[in-house]
């Protein structure tokens, strides 16, 4: 049974910086690949960044490219997403999402970014 728990979202004004982190509960977190996802009011959820399992290779939506960076620490069975440069648009409930053979969520981190 994995359980994910995400925490490190808030209100930041635009240009600001958050980091946010998923803490995974469960057996051979190194065998899982890992995403951010978000969805913003009204908005489907969106793959926001991914990493594998290896490390060995990351994704990001074209929205976040340059702004936004995926890690994991799979000795601390974490995952991390450090956002900078945000904008009003990345404003979203933001959810971990586990995948191996089936897919697990987090409960969400409400990221707000306003003046």
């Known amino acids: 049974q994995v359980q994910l728990v995400e925490s490190g979202g808030g209100l930041v004004q635009p240009g600001g910086s958050l980091r946010l982190s998923c803490a995974f509960s469960?057996?051979?977190?190194?065998?899982?690949?890992m995403s951010w996802y978000r969805q913003a009011p009204g908005k489907e959820r969106e793959l926001v960044a991914a990493?594998?399992?290896?490390?060995?290779?990351?994704n990001y939506a074209d929205s976040v490219k340059g702004r936004f960076t995926i890690s994991r620490d799979n000795a601390k069975k974490m995952v991390f997403l450090q956002m900078n440069s945000l904008k009003p648009e990345d404003t979203a409930v933001y959810y971990c999402?586990?995948?191996?053979?089936?897919?697990?969520w987090g409960q969400g981190t409400q990221v707000t970014v306003s003046s």
């Open positions: 999402y586990a995948r191996r053979w089936t897919g697990s």
């Open positions: 469960g057996n051979t977190f190194s065998a899982y690949a």
């Open positions: 990493i594998s399992s290896t490390i060995e290779s990351t």
